[in-house]
């Protein structure tokens, strides 16, 4: 049987749901295809969402109008702000979530969605004609004829799981792998490789002493992910769970050791490539042999289930050895699991071969996002997921962005950061998101992701009304208040008293408010019931906004790094320059006789769009992008 759509989207992970959900909201007649309908945008390893860099990009993907901010809101067990003793250009929001009650909200909200079907099945085969994407054939041997398609398929693609010696055929525990849709992919001239990831053992908190083990509570203040307003995305905090601390010790070190021969990371077992940022504890025995002790932390996995996650514990080693060496650290000496941990192995594609949309290079209309893309994290694929979701939408709709593909410079997103990465340089390990990787940090702050995107979202139709008009009425507030303080001058006999109080220096002669604003120990909570007038403009801003504690944050980070914040935007603003200088299809990269040999060849293969891109390729010198600079003259 035969089916039409516009976007046919193949896998419901956290890529294909922001897909799914960006290309629908548009107005393009899109099919969710997934194996298992239960199993939608399942948290296959850890139960927590955001963390340094991921926190932001999940905010950013809020902006947009996604809904995985929404999602973890509505589930979170545990908020916390990371990086609060840091500058705000790394604070990174975090939340624990509930597993069942997120996959069950997500669905709730794509069942609900306009122009949005979900259908249970696997895909078996793509098809293609003269190099154009037309579909996807199933298992059932239903055929689902489309003018663009998105490949989200995550880590199930050929996936292959060890638990020590043994080897089973799944994309994760207890579900089939997908066997033959790899195949049909390359074949079209799309190369593929293959990845590693692992996940950790599952434990029954019932049989866990945590007297012995050191007790993590999370915050207890505004924050959230969405911006929007609580009543529409609430945490649930009187439902918040701690998580706790415990470590490994040598007793645990010495029976992983002795289990090392039957580890498929070190017997030869797998070949394919792990993660570096978040490896099996083996590896750390392994890279740190001198270290007698690593930090673990057990998660809640939900309200109503004893079960937990044992995080930092990540392993392929014999279930037997997994259980014997845990049961050294003396909070787990009773230890009963669920199940143990595994690695498992599985298909992606090398990402150079796509535009800056998600969209191949090799055939047209297919687009790939997540972990297909060699990445790893459940927030890097809801940033591709959205990308690819608006940009399928746009191939099917030219009116959408006037037919220009929407994508996002690196000053603008960690998603355009994450994209810009994957397409520029390749991956040679599962990709993760740091805030060290983009180097405009302090103008993609978690705090004003809104103020970044929101805008463009809604010109293009998929961020709504209610969400740009409440980032409008947020932006006027940050504004007035940061003119205030701008254009307000303070006494030194009236306000000494106060900041002597505040353990900081007393004035010599007056000063503006802003200034004041500037030091390290004031802030606009402390020094605001000491300035009458101050306080009663800043309720004048704000009346009954509850975003009060939100908007003044906001206002008083732009405050206080004014500077920062002008003087990266300058640099951005050069780069932005080269961005413009538009270069694919006006150079013969391989008969360029005046650049070095490996950078023609890097320049042949990625085929930048931009010199901007061309001077981030690896291998791509800065004496290289001066001499495409003067043949762009000529």
């Given at each position: ?383 591709q997921g959205v990308i690819a979701g608006i940009n399928a939408a746009i ?119 802003e200034e004041l604003l500037g030091r390290p120990q004031i802030n606009i ?30 206002a008083e980070i732009l405050i206080k790094y004014k500077g920062y914040i ?69």
């Amino acid at each position: 049987m035969i089916f039409n759509y516009d976007v046919v989207v193949v896998g419901a992970g956290h890529a294909g749901c922001e897909a799914a959900a960006a290309a629908a909201n548009l107005g393009a007649k899109t099919c969710l295809i997934t194996m298992d309908m239960n199993k939608i945008a399942q948290m296959s390893c850890n139960p927590a969402i955001g963390g340094i860099a991921k926190g932001q990009i999940v905010r950013e993907v809020d902006a947009l109008g996604g809904y995985t901010g929404i999602v973890t809101d509505r589930c979170s067990l545990q908020f916390r702000m990371l990086n609060l003793s840091k500058g705000p250009a790394v604070w990174s929001p975090r939340a624990q979530c509930d597993r069942a009650k997120f996959i069950q909200t997500w669905r709730e909200i794509l069942e609900n969605t306009p122009n949005l079907q979900i259908w249970q099945d696997q895909a078996r085969e793509l098809i293609v004609e003269g190099q154009e994407v037309k579909g996807v054939k199933t298992y059932y041997g239903a055929e689902f004829r489309a003018k663009c398609v998105i490949i989200t398929a995550g880590t199930f693609l050929n996936g292959l799981m060890h638990i020590g010696r043994v080897k089973i055929p799944g994309g994760r525990c207890a579900e089939a792998a997908s066997l033959e849709l790899t195949e049909s992919i390359t074949k079209h001239g799309i190369r593929a490789d293959r990845m590693k990831t692992g996940t950790p053992v599952r434990i029954d908190k019932r049989s866990v002493d945590f007297s012995l083990m050191e007790k993590q509570d999370g915050d207890h203040d505004f924050h959230q992910f969405s911006y929007l307003p609580t009543e529409d995305c609430a945490v649930s905090k009187h439902n918040e769970l701690p998580c706790w601390i415990c470590y490994t010790n040598t007793a645990v070190h010495d029976t992983l050791r002795a289990g090392l021969a039957d580890s498929p990371l070190y017997n030869g077992q797998i070949q394919s490539i792990g993660p570096r940022y978040c490896p099996s504890i083996e590896t750390k025995l392994h890279t740190f042999p001198d270290k007698d002790e690593h930090m673990l932390f057990l998660e809640p996995e939900g309200e109503s289930t004893n079960e937990m996650y044992l995080n930092g514990f990540s392993s392929s080693l014999p279930l037997e050895t997994q259980l014997t060496a845990l049961r050294q650290i003396p909070a787990f000496r009773n230890l009963q699991i669920y199940r143990p941990g595994y690695a498992i192995e599985y298909d992606f594609f090398d990402p150079t071969q796509l535009t800056h949309s998600l969209e191949s290079k090799v055939v047209k209309d297919l687009f790939f996002a997540g972990q297909v893309n060699g990445t790893t994290g459940y927030e890097e694929a809801a940033g591709q997921g959205v990308i690819a979701g608006i940009n399928a939408a746009i191939n099917c709709n030219s009116t959408l962005n006037n037919g220009e593909p929407f994508t996002l410079k690196r000053n603008e997103a960690y998603i355009g950061v994450l994209i810009d990465d994957l397409v520029t340089k390749g991956v040679d390990e599962p990709y993760r998101m740091f805030t060290s990787r983009a180097e405009y940090r302090i103008l993609l702050r978690q705090d004003d992701a809104d103020m970044r995107l929101t805008e463009r979202s809604y010109q293009l139709g998929l961020a709504k009304e209610e969400r740009y008009q409440l980032m409008k009425t947020k932006k006027e507030k940050i504004e007035a208040i940061a003119n205030f303080v701008a254009s307000f001058s303070l006494k030194p006999s009236l306000i000494n008293p106060a900041l002597e109080t505040l353990g900081t220096t007393p004035l010599r002669h007056g000063c503006k408010l802003e200034e004041l604003l500037g030091r390290p120990q004031i802030n606009i909570s402390n020094i605001a019931p000491h300035i009458e007038p101050f306080a009663k403009e800043l309720d004048r801003i704000i009346g009954n906004d509850k975003r009060r504690e939100e908007i003044i944050e906001a206002a008083e980070i732009l405050i206080k790094y004014k500077g920062y914040i002008y003087r990266e935007q300058q640099m951005a603003d050069k780069m932005i320059r080269l961005e413009n200088i538009k270069i694919q299809g006006k150079f013969d990269y391989l008969n360029m006789t005046q650049i070095s040999i490996e950078a023609r060849q890097k320049l042949q293969a990625i085929q930048p769009q931009t010199l901007a891109q061309a001077s981030r390729i690896p291998g791509v010198s800065p004496s290289d992008i001066n001499i495409m600079l003067v043949l762009m003259g000529r």
